[in-house]
Nanobody
């Protein structure tokens, strides 16, 4: 069984930064890609970023590319999302999720490929 717990959300002014963390339990963290998604009120959950199992490959949504950075520490079973130059439109609940395919380096932005999800952490960016 895998459990994911996000932390690090909060209220920040536009232009500010936040770092989200995702703590994983279970033995298989290091063999699966991890992703971050977000969901704003009244909107569908959307892809933000993903990182492969080794940390050697990343994928970003166009709306965050150049501002956000995903990383991971397999020894600590942690994934991170560094968010810089935040905008009000980044306001959402942010979720980390595990790609269900082990040891695959092809990153996917579709929610259906992710099998375990955290409970989410709220990020609010004020203008």
């Amino acid at each position: 069984q895998v459990q994911l717990v996000e932390s690090g959300g909060g209220l920040v002014q536009a232009g500010g930064s936040l770092r989200l963390s995702c703590a994983a339990s279970g033995r298989t963290f290091s063999s699966h890609a991890m992703g971050w998604f977000r969901q704003a009120p009244g909107k569908e959950r959307e892809f933000v970023a993903a990182i492969d199992w080794s940390g050697g490959s990343t994928l970003y949504a166009g709306s965050v590319k150049g501002r956000f950075a995903i990383s991971r520490d397999n020894a600590k079973k942690m994934a991170y999302l560094q968010m810089n130059s935040l905008k009000p439109e980044d306001t959402a609940v942010y979720y980390c999720a595990r790609d269900r395919r082990p040891l695959d380096t092809v990153l996917i932005d579709a929610r259906d490929w992710y099998d375990y999800w955290g409970q989410g952490t709220q990020v609010t960016v004020s203008s």
